[in-house]
C-alpha cells in the first residue's frame, strides 16, 4: 500500500490563495483545494474547522499582498504619495481577483465599511501629511477626496472596464492630486 501524502496547513493555504488569486474567492470551495492538491477533502477538514477560516486566511494573505505593493511602491522615489495611488491602480491590474476580495465586496453588511479597515491607510495618510503639511484630520479629508477618484479608475481597471497603462494612470492621478491641491487651498506644485 502506497504511503499517504500529508500536506501541511501552508500547503493547503498556498493551494486555496492560487485559486482565490486566479479564479476569485467565489470559486474556493474544499472540493477546488483538493483537486488543486490531488488529494481528498479530508486534509483541508483536518487543518481548519471550517471553509470560513480559510477564507479569512485569504483575507489576510490578499491584505498582506497588498501591504507590499503600498509600501515598495514608496520607499525612494521623489513622490511617494502619487506612487502608493499607482501601486493600488497596479495592484488592480495584477491581482484582479484579490482587489476584488479586498476593496469590491458588500463591506457594510459585514460590518466592515469602515475606510479604516485598510491596514496601510495611516501609512497613506503620513504620506499625505509628509506632501501637503496638512493636519491628519484634513490630510484624512484629502486621501478621501483622491482616493474615491483612484479606487474608481482601480475597479475600471480590475472590471477590465478601461484598459491604462502605468503613464497615463500617473497623469491622471497627477491632475487630480493637483485639482484636490487646488480644493484645499494648497499651493499648486510644478508639474
Request: charged letters at 25%; hydrophobic letters at 40%.
Amino acid at each position: 500500500m502506497p504511503p499517504k501524502i500529508q500536506f501541511t496547513k501552508a500547503d493547503l493555504l498556498r493551494a486555496a490563495f492560487k485559486i482565490t488569486r486566479h479564479h476569485g474567492i467565489h470559486a474556493l470551495n474544499a472540493r477546488a483545494i483538493a483537486k488543486e492538491l490531488g488529494c481528498s477533502t479530508q486534509p483541508i477538514f483536518r487543518a481548519f474547522r471550517s471553509m470560513d477560516e480559510v477564507r479569512r486566511e485569504m483575507m489576510r494573505m490578499a491584505m498582506d499582498l497588498y501591504g507590499l505593493y503600498i509600501t515598495r511602491s514608496s520607499a525612494s522615489v521623489a513622490r511617494p504619495y502619487l506612487h502608493s495611488g499607482l501601486a493600488y491602480i497596479s495592484f488592480a491590474r495584477e491581482e484582479a481577483e484579490l482587489f476584488k476580495l479586498l476593496f469590491m465586496r458588500d463591506r457594510v453588511s459585514e460590518g466592515t465599511d469602515k475606510e479604516n479597515s485598510d491596514s496601510k491607510l495611516d501609512y497613506v495618510i503620513g504620506l499625505v501629511m509628509e506632501s501637503t503639511g496638512l493636519t491628519q484630520e484634513h490630510a484624512r479629508r484629502f486621501h478621501r477626496h483622491l482616493w474615491i477618484y483612484t479606487h474608481g479608475l482601480a475597479t475600471m481597471v480590475a472590471t477590465k472596464f478601461l484598459n491604462v497603462g502605468v503613464e497615463e494612470a500617473e497623469q491622471l492621478l497627477g491632475d487630480q492630486y493637483h485639482a484636490t491641491r487646488a480644493l484645499f487651498a494648497l499651493p499648486p506644485l510644478p508639474r
